[in-house]
Nanobody
Framework: QVQLVESGGGSVQAGGSLTLSCAAS????????MGWFRQVSGKEREEVAT???????TYTESARGRFTISRVDDKNTLLLQMNNLNAEDTAVYYC?????????????????????WGQGTQVTVTS
C-alpha cells in the first residue's frame, strides 16, 4: 500500500515561489497517475495538475504557465513547482495517486478517482 507525505508548504509573498514535494513509500509510484489537488475551507477539492505514466500532463487553467508538475522516479517523488503565486493560490495542497491507472495515456482529473492521498500541506500567499 502506497503512503504519501507532502512537504514544502509555507507562507510566501505574492509573486513568490514554492516547491511542493510528495514522497511515496510502501510501493513504487512509477507509472501511476499522480496528481496535485488543493482545497480551500468550505469549498470542494480541485485539481491543480496531474501527470500520467504515459506522459500526459494536465493543469487547471489558473495554474497553467505558472506551475510545473514533475516526477522523480528514482526517488519515488512527485514535485510541484509553483511560481508567481497569488492570494487565490492559498489552500491546503494534497498529493494523490491513482494506482488503478498505471502507464495510462492520461489520468482522470476527478479527485474521487484517486485512491491514495497525503495529509496535505498548507500554502499561504500574502499580499
Amino acid at each position: 500500500q502506497v503512503q504519501l507525505v507532502e512537504s514544502g508548504g509555507g507562507s510566501v509573498q505574492a509573486g513568490g515561489s514554492l516547491t511542493l514535494s510528495c514522497a511515496a513509500s510502501g510501493d513504487s509510484i512509477r507509472g501511476a497517475c499522480m496528481g496535485w489537488f488543493r482545497q480551500v475551507s468550505g469549498k470542494e477539492r480541485e485539481e491543480v495538475a496531474t501527470v500520467a505514466g504515459g506522459g500526459t500532463i494536465t493543469y487547471t487553467e489558473s495554474a497553467r504557465g505558472r506551475f510545473t508538475i514533475s516526477r522523480v522516479d528514482d526517488k519515488n517523488t512527485l514535485l510541484l513547482q509553483m511560481n508567481n503565486l497569488n492570494a487565490e493560490d492559498t489552500a491546503v495542497y494534497y498529493c494523490a495517486a491513482d494506482m488503478t491507472r498505471v502507464w495510462s495515456i492520461e489520468c482522470s482529473r476527478r479527485p474521487g478517482d484517486f485512491g491514495v492521498w497525503g495529509q496535505g500541506t498548507q500554502v499561504t500567499v500574502t499580499s
